[in-house]
């Protein structure tokens, strides 16, 4: 089975400064795809920005980008000029494609609980 | 991105009764999975809600306690039967490969909130 490790349950930020969020993973396979999700308090998940295991250039989405080091099997979330708007549980996963598919199922850390305050 | 909606949003429930969750998605999706969070904990995949046969469940989680249907390829229904105070979480539908996004991005519903006393 997949397991994905988030070290930190807890972080704060001021705003407007950045943030690391950790995530390492433990997998045999070579494909695979990483995520990061964020949960406000409303519980809504949303995608925050995804990797692709076969691209070595690592994902951007305006404030958000990641740091994927396949080797090491780290995958962390870096988070620029935060927002108070930022507060949320951020949960990395990880996700092997069924085969002959792109499709398959998450595999979930335990979570990182980040706070933002003025 | 599509729209995905769960009914109910919340419910208090009382041991012994069964619940059942809608999932609606606004676009047709070939993948979906109902996920349960309990409370302050990560995401636990329930199964996969197939389209026109028996859904694909995961290590602990039986069809008898959790029943799925997935008529269409837009809607899906989660039961949760015979509850206990155990089966009190957040229930989340999600789906992947919608038109007009990446295939394989996974897209949650706003989730319910599930209370047995």
């Known amino acids: 089975a997949q397991t994905v490790t988030q070290s930190q349950p807890e972080m704060s930020v001021q705003e407007a400064e950045t943030v690391t969020l950790s995530c390492t993973y433990d997998t045999s396979e070579n494909n695979y795809y990483l995520f990061w999700y964020k949960q406000p308090p409303s519980r809504q998940m949303i995608l925050v920005i995804r990797?692709?295991?076969?691209?070595?250039q690592n994902a951007t989405e305006n404030r958000f980008s990641v740091n994927f080091q396949k080797a090491a099997k780290s995958f962390s979330l870096k988070i620029s000029d935060s927002q108070l708007g930022d507060t949320a549980m951020y949960f990395c996963?990880?996700?092997?494609?069924?085969?002959?598919?792109?499709?398959?199922?998450?595999?979930f850390g335990r979570g990182t609980q980040l706070t933002v305050w003025p | 991105s599509a729209v995905i909606s769960q009914k109910p949003s919340r419910d208090i429930c009382q041991r012994g009764t069964s619940l059942t969750i809608q999932c609606q998605v606004d676009s047709q999706v070939t993948m979906m999975f109902w996920y349960r969070q309990q409370p302050g904990q990560s995401l636990t995949l329930i199964a996969t809600a197939n389209q026109g046969s028996e859904a694909t469940y995961e290590s602990g989680f039986v069809i008898d306690k959790f029943p799925i249907s997935r008529p269409n390829l837009t809607f899906s229904t989660l039961t949760v039967s015979n509850m206990s105070p155990e089966d009190s979480s957040i229930y989340l539908c999600?789906?992947?490969?919608?038109?007009?996004?990446?295939?394989?991005?996974?897209?949650f519903g706003p989730g319910t909130r599930l209370t047995v006393t």
């Open positions: 990797q692709e295991a076969y691209k070595q």
């Open positions: 996963a990880f996700m092997k494609p069924d085969r002959g598919s792109t499709l398959g199922r998450l595999y």
């Open positions: 999600s789906v992947a490969d919608i038109p007009g996004r990446i295939t394989y991005e996974q897209y």
